[in-house]
């Protein structure tokens, strides 16, 4: 038997890579499996074409290279995440999974109430989470956590390098009064 999966344009987080660094090709294809929009940064426009991968926009071109067929433009007038999250907004996309080398997810708080931003780097996987976020995770998963304001959790102990590890498998769960907390995943 096979299974086919259909799937809405948009419905997919976008993909958008800033900058590989050292980020593991076997994440990469986990980001690809159900084939998302791929945005590159220019810088990285070769390596992804060398990767075999089907590039649906770059953003920052500088015109050293020859596109493929139907690759859009991203023009940029301020920074080039920025124009990438302006563009998929306006394309109405509901999330982007982002590829850098490092996740400065406070910088982007003006876009997480219009759309969902996780940012993976090489080591650690980062999101914005609003209070009452629930997720299972097994014993000994680490998280590090941006503590700006109080929060309550359960199934949380803080180490003295300041990293929370869950205490038994099972969910963890966050409470806080602020908007979001920033939180990342040790990958």
Known sequence: MSSHHIIREKQEPALYIHQFGAFNEEYLGQLLEWSPTLIVNDSVYEKAISMGLKVDAVVNASGNHTFQENTRV???????LDAVLDFLIAEQYQAVNVIDTKS??????SYISEINIVVFTETEKAYAIKSGFKVWKPKGSIFKIEVISYFET??????????????????VEFNFTTEYLFISEVL
Do not use: H, Y
């Open 74 to 80: 991203i023009e940029v007038k301020t920074e080039e």
């Open 104 to 109: 400065n997810l406070r910088e982007l708080g």
């Open 154 to 171: 359960s199934n949380l102990r803080q180490e003295e390098n300041g990293d929370f590890v869950v205490i038994n498998d099972g969910f």
